[in-house]
C-alpha cells in the first residue's frame, strides 16, 4: 500500500490548452473523489465515482471538466480549453467506503495557467 | 445550504494547549472530521466524530455536539510542528462526500 499518487505533480499550460491529471488510488478502495483547493481555501468537491460508475458531479464543474474511471482503478480529470481561473491545486482521494469511510488523500497536481 | 465556519488563524506558544472551533449547517450529516494540512502538502486524517461526545487520540481530541452543530479539535502540549491548516469536514449526502471548511491556519511560536 502506497497511498494515493498523482501525476503530475504540478502543470503549468497557457490558457486555452487541454490538460489532463492522472489519480492512482489505494488498491481495493472502490471510491474515489476529485476536489479543487484554492489559496487559502478548503477542498471543494468536484466528482465521486464508485467503481467505475460516476455518481455524483458539482456544478462547479463545468462542461469543460470531464473525469473518467474506466476500469475501477485509476481516475483521469481533463480540463479542456483551461482558463486563469482553473489554476488551483487538484487533490484526489479514495476510500475503502467502510467503517469511518474515512478518506485518503493524493499530493495533488498543482496547476497554474497563465 | 451548505455552511461551515472556523476561524481564519489562530496564534499558540509551545507546549500550551489550542482549541479550535468549528460550526455547521448541513442538509445532510454523516460525521465529522478533522484534516491537518502543511502547506503544498495534502491533507492527513486526525480524527472523526459520528455521536456526540469527545474523541481521544495521543495529544489531539475532538468534540462533537450534533444538536448545537458544533466541533472542536484541541490540541495538547503543541509543538512547533503542529503548525499548519486544520480543516474541518462534515461528511454528508448518498455519496459521503467531505464538505470543508476554509480552515485554520494555527501558528505556533516559540
Known amino acids: 500500500d502506497t497511498g494515493v499518487s498523482q501525476n503530475p505533480r504540478h502543470k503549468i499550460t497557457k490558457r486555452g490548452q487541454n490538460v489532463t491529471f492522472r489519480c492512482d488510488p489505494i488498491?481495493?478502495?472502490?471510491?474515489l473523489y476529485w476536489y479543487r483547493q484554492t489559496l487559502g481555501q478548503g477542498p471543494e468537491f468536484l466528482t465521486y465515482?464508485?467503481?467505475?460508475?460516476?455518481?455524483?458531479k458539482s456544478r462547479l464543474l463545468s462542461d469543460r471538466f470531464s473525469a473518467e474511471r474506466p476500469k475501477g482503478s485509476f481516475s483521469t480529470l481533463e480540463i479542456q480549453r483551461t482558463e486563469q481561473g482553473d489554476s488551483a491545486m487538484y487533490l484526489c482521494a479514495s476510500s475503502p467506503g467502510t467503517v469511518t469511510y474515512e478518506q485518503y488523500f493524493g499530493p495533488g497536481t498543482r496547476l497554474t495557467v497563465t | 445550504g451548505q455552511n461551515i465556519d472556523q476561524p481564519t488563524e489562530m496564534t499558540a506558544t509551545e507546549g500550551a494547549i489550542v482549541q479550535i472551533n468549528c460550526t455547521y449547517q448541513?442538509?445532510?450529516?454523516?460525521?465529522l472530521f478533522w484534516y491537518q494540512q502543511h502547506a503544498g502538502e495534502a491533507p492527513t486524517f486526525l480524527s472523526y466524530?459520528?455521536?456526540?461526545g469527545l474523541e481521544e487520540k495521543g495529544r489531539f481530541s475532538s468534540f462533537l455536539s450534533r444538536s448545537k452543530g458544533y466541533s472542536y479539535l484541541l490540541l495538547k502540549e503543541l509543538q512547533m510542528k503542529d503548525s499548519a491548516s486544520y480543516l474541518c469536514a462534515v461528511r454528508g449526502g448518498a455519496t459521503n462526500k467531505l464538505i470543508f471548511g476554509t480552515g485554520t491556519l494555527l501558528a505556533v511560536q516559540p
Open positions: 448541513t442538509s445532510g450529516f454523516n460525521g
Open positions: 465515482f464508485q467503481n467505475e460508475a460516476q455518481l455524483e
Open positions: 488498491s481495493e478502495h472502490n471510491r
Open positions: 466524530n459520528v455521536l456526540d
